[in-house]
């Protein structure tokens, strides 16, 4: 094919050819001719218009007669073409990236034609330069038509202020049972636990972090993404505990005593130190805080307003605090016939704590826990049951029954003899739903309310305005809007009841670290579960409306 066929423009931008039919019998001309003979103008990166080259084949190969005088006609079959750019913001516009198409033969991006697209598509922040830099130098690599995506602007989120935290300064009783103390030969002494933890009037036990703003994030349009700032947290002052007149962030004792976390805040009791308990001490009732170095012995009653501190074993006795109940060793009962009490009884208004338990009662208003085992006990608490060392080695959480609010979690649950062991955990589901049920009721009391209200308006409304009632028509005014406002808080306190809930039931579980045998029956709410195989490391959850047995 002869290259006289094709024209360079004189700017050399352009490739056309110039076409008409061919008279007489002629070679057919292919596209690979074409191809050829543009290589040969040094066109080859240029964009082809390839339906222009179609056009030109079918003209090229059509016979006419010898006698027949047809113009040729010129078609535009190739171009160059400079690299274009595409720049896309995602739809939350936290990023923003730019596609490069490679240059026909014309010029490669440039980086300021790279800054200008961002400014054009108002993209000013979180603009990364060596993004930038990199996707210059990907382009100028490209070859004709090739496209290279990459993110070159990025937002920021913004960092939610943290709430008040808060600080103990000083160990309380429960910390002491948990550190026994080495002997010289490097062994524990498990009852030696240390010095006995008190403080002095006036000393500070606790500080409090103030909460914080939070920073700002942004947008890569330039737009402010505000933090939430974080929830300012007073101390719960007990009882022995008061602000310090001079830092607004500490909490001091206000007399010597023992202190005791509680929540937020802290309480310093009197302390009673005993050396144990048996029938030379006779039963203790105590105004404070109870510590014991060493043993409750079988028939004694231990009561205390605090908590219970004890460094030996509980062995058939009873102990009731109003705060927490801690125990270094354990708490030992002794089987009875069917439906009776158990002869050891445990009840806190706090938490339980104590390295084993075996057919022990215990009642707690907050968290039951222990490290070594709980076998054939009757827990009921209000808070989660959990029963496992800090290594998750060892635990075990048999026989008997547990009532818990929240998870119940163990190493090992169940027995390899399929004892029989009754676990209901989210007990505290009832409150919730009884809650939300409330909400609702008093949500549409409020409804039928302001059904009446309008009522009463549309009554004022017949009466011509210069006869209605001023005070009337502002007491329905002031009605209506107390009642918006209550309608109002009513909604957004059922809302945060309804996602308290709906958080809950995805995140409670009861949990085997290793094992859950036969004869283990798990209940969560009104769903209940029989185990009738052993499992390894598994839990039971919520999972659409059913229970779900998954693996960990």
Known sequence: MSQQLLQLSQDGHSLSILVQPQQGSVMEIKRADIYAAIADHQASNFYLFENAIESALEILNSPVADDT??????????????????????????????????????????????????????????????????????????????????????????????????????????HRVLRPQATNDGRVDMRNLGEMVTVKASQAIMRRIPATKGVAGFNVIGNELAAIPGKEFTFDVGEGTEISDINENLLVASKAGMPIIKGNGMQVDDALILKGVNVSTGHVNFDGSVVINGDVMTGMKVIATGSITISGVVELAELKAGGDIVVADGLIGRQQQKDKDLACYIKAGGKVTAKFAQYVEIDAGQDVAFS?????????????????????????????????????????????????????????????????????????????????????????????????????????????????????????????????????RKTVSITAFNHLYTGVSCRLEKLVMNVSQEHGPCKIVYKEQILELAPL
Do not use: W
């Open 69 to 174: 005088k047809i113009e040729p006609t010129s078609l535009l079959i190739a171009e160059k073409r400079d690299a274009t750019l595409l720049v896309k913001t995602e739809a939350d516009s936290m990023t923003a990236s730019i596609t490069v198409v490679g240059a026909y033969g014309g010029e490669p991006v440039a980086g300021n034609t790279l800054v200008n697209a961002l400014k054009e598509n108002h993209i000013i922040k979180g603009i990364r330069k060596n993004q930038l830099q990199e996707l210059l130098a990907v382009a100028h690599e490209l070859d004709p038509g090739e496209k290279f995506t990459l993110p070159v602007a990025f937002g920021r989120l913004p960092e939610n202020g943290l709430d008040s935290q808060f600080e103990p300064l000083v160990d309380d009783a429960s």
């Open 372 to 504: 070594l085992h709980a076998l054939h006990c009757q827990i009921r608490t209000q808070g989660e049951v959990t029963v496992f060392d800090p290594s998750k080695r060892h635990g075990t959480l048999s026989g008997g029954s547990v009532n818990a609010g929240y998870s119940v979690k163990a190493v090992n649950i169940g027995a390899t003899a399929g004892v029989q062991t009754e676990i209901t955990a989210f007990n505290n589901y009832h409150v919730l739903r009884r809650q939300l049920a409330d909400t609702y009721k008093s949500l549409e009391h409020e409804r039928e309310q302001m059904g009446k209200i309008r009522d009463a308006q549309y009554k004022l409304l017949k009466i011509p305005s210069s006869q209605r009632p001023a005070e009337l028509v502002q007491k329905v005014i002031d009605t209506r809007t107390r009642h918006i406002e209550k309608i109002k808080s009513l909604k957004a306190h059922y809302t945060c009841l309804k996602s308290e809930y709906d958080v809950l």
